[in-house]
């Protein structure tokens, strides 16, 4: 039967035989002592989570959330771990709160709804360097993980920030009885913000941090993913053969158009001719006029595109030398030199300034060991353009990194035409957020057999091939009118 009970009701809210019958007529359910549920239809942990804070704070008043939980502001693998004087772990369906003893409330903690607690940064991190009560980091975070919230906190706070927290810290310890905990801290702190001895730290992240090269933990995991999938897939080759050496004759042309066009630098054919073939500089756009040049004289450079780097060092510097000369009408926009701000693209924040160095090498790093040339420029795309290291300009580098590994490598490079634009942002947005990885192969298998199949011999014939697959259509009118790029063969 239906139940007229609240979903949480704790033993003071109706006589003990009130409840007991309600519990024999299955109206309500036990959850633990005291403590019943009119959800009598839904599983029991689900109850508990929803009201984890309420049923805390009535059984456990004033506790503090301590310890790893309060890294996580909350349960950990089913365990949160409190300061309150209560000698027994309270038993829920799918949680168990464990108490120690502690000091309370202490200055720094902030108060939660239904009278709870849970502890300040500087009291959290001293509490997880003290030494862990039974199965080994089960309550408490391992060195390594503190190390690594340390490299977060500095990343997030900036050094003024950690050193507020560590003199937080500092009054906190006599208080917590943690000065042993506080003396590792003040260590690792040091170390980070190389004032001190490195050699005592244990995590890659903040070693990395102390060597002055500090990395996107998340970015680097993306990359050993991306790395792993492109090694399991059979190579995909498509081989540029002499023979159709005279078919590319204006490939690095209309590379060099599409590239610029997919980030917003549009004109016209016929203009972009002139501008490249001409000299005919716009009176108007100069800046855009040159981008178009900037990245013709890289694409079209057959010594350029067959320089691929080999060490972390290589291939910062082709970044930037790249980069330069695509950007050297715009000053403003720092040719050759790493952001100095944060960046972002719609909901995408890319990699924080002062990561941008350290992520660089270790994602070349990560993909160092493919050997195919298009994973290869899959994968040197991706990490480019996901790191985003400049102000502007990064896409047009990151496919000038691609296209490169396939020229050294004998193979036809890759165009993003008009119309493919959306396919391609959507792609690298999905390998971005959900590690899609599948469907960024699979555009760039397409975009490179479409590439191939033009006949770029002259600009009729690729003018011809690139309006009857639908390349030249803009991106949106054309999903909108149910238009796709064609394959030049399949073409009407």
Do not use: C
């Amino acid at each position: 039967m239906p139940s007229s009970w609240p979903e949480v009701v704790f033993s003071g809210d109706a006589a003990a035989p009130v409840l007991s019958r309600a519990v024999a007529r299955g109206t309500l359910r036990r959850l633990a002592t005291g403590i019943y549920t009119g959800a009598v239809t839904d599983d029991p942990a689900d109850v508990v989570r929803r009201n984890v804070w309420r049923i805390v704070g009535h059984a456990l008043p004033q506790a503090v959330i301590v310890d790893r939980s309060a890294r996580r502001a909350g349960p950990v693998d089913g365990v949160l771990t409190v300061d309150h004087p209560r000698r027994r772990p309270l038993q829920l369906p799918g949680l168990a709160v464990v108490p120690r003893r502690g000091p309370g409330p202490v200055a720094g903690d902030m108060g939660m709804p239904d009278g709870l607690w849970i502890s300040s940064t500087p009291r959290a991190l001293l509490d997880n360097l003290a030494p862990s009560r039974g199965a080994p980091g089960r309550y408490t975070l391992s060195y390594t993980e503190v190390e690594e919230w340390v490299d977060s906190l500095i990343r997030q706070r900036g050094e003024d920030g950690i050193n507020r927290i560590r003199e937080e810290a500092r009054e906190l310890a006599p208080v917590l009885g943690r000065e042993r905990g506080f003396a590792r801290l003040e260590a690792m702190i040091r170390a980070a913000l190389t004032t001190g001895d490195a050699s005592v730290l244990q995590s890659e992240r903040l070693r990395a941090r102390a060597a002055g090269e500090p990395f996107d933990d998340a970015r680097i995991t993306a990359f050993e993913a991306l790395a792993s999938d492109l090694a399991s897939r059979a190579p995909e080759i498509v081989p540029a053969l002499p023979q159709d050496e005279p078919r590319r004759r204006l490939l690095p042309f209309y590379e060099a158009y599409f590239s610029n066009y997919i980030e917003g630098t549009e004109f016209t054919l016929d203009e972009a001719a002139a501008i490249v073939f001409e000299g005919v500089t716009p009176a108007d756009r100069p800046e855009d006029a040159h981008d178009i040049i900037g990245t013709y004289e890289v694409v079209g450079d057959a010594v350029e595109m067959h320089r691929v780097p080999s060490s972390p060092a290589e291939y910062e510097d082709l970044l930037r030398s790249r980069h330069a000369r695509l950007m050297a009408a715009r000053p403003e926009r720092r040719p050759g030199a790493y952001k100095d701000r944060a960046n972002r693209a719609g909901g995408t924040e890319f990699v924080a300034p002062d990561l941008v160095v350290g992520t660089l090498r270790r994602g070349f790093d990560v993909g160092s060991g493919l050997t195919s040339p298009f994973a290869r420029a899959v994968y040197l795309m991706f990490v480019t353009a996901e790191v985003h290291p400049f102000t502007d300009g990064n896409g047009r580098v990151a496919r000038m990194m691609m296209n490169a590994e396939l020229v050294a490598g004998g193979e036809v490079r890759i165009i993003i035409p008009t119309v493919y634009r959306a396919n391609y942002l959507a792609a690298l947005k999905g390998a971005t957020h959900t590690r899609h990885y599948a469907a960024l192969n699979a555009m760039l298998v397409f975009a490179r057999r479409f590439t191939a199949q033009v006949d770029f011999s002259t600009r009729r014939t690729a003018e011809a091939d690139l309006t009857r697959t639908n390349a030249l259509r803009d991106a949106v009118e054309a999903e909108s009118a149910g238009v796709h790029l064609l394959l030049p063969g399949s073409g009407p």
